[in-house]
């Protein structure tokens, strides 16, 4: 799973829980209620073996002249909770929010677990065992 998928998956389900604009890296012209879709931090670290964890932060910024902003993180609690990538769930975790400047900021954090594909080996060849009695 690469970081481009995963947040598209978020700005997706933003999109169609609100029907408002959804911004990634191009954000000219923001026309308000809108979102913009923020990756702060995607890590990956090894836990044993080929398993490996990957993390990714995001920070969901919604802008509003309604100022409904507890309304919406209070919506984005639920709406964030799990999004879908080819039938595979991924659960948001740690989420919190803050107003700064007039923007809530709602951060959330998708972890799971990737397994890397075995490396072919060289096969065990035969095995010659000898035995003797005394």
Known sequence: MDSERLTHAVMSKLKTTF?????????????????????????????????YQQSHSFDVHYFSTNEDFMAVASQLLDVLEWVEIDGMKF????????????????????NYHVMRAKEPGIKMGQLEQEGRLK
Request: proline share 2%.
């Open 19 to 51: 029907g408002w604009k959804v911004y990634g890296k191009n954000r000219q012209g923001l026309i308000e209620p809108c979102f913009i879709v923020l990756l702060l931090n995607a890590a990956h670290g090894r836990i044993q073996g080929r398993r």
């Open 91 to 110: 659960r948001g975790t740690g989420m919190n929010y803050e107003v700064i400047d007039d923007v809530l900021h709602f951060y959330v954090d998708y």
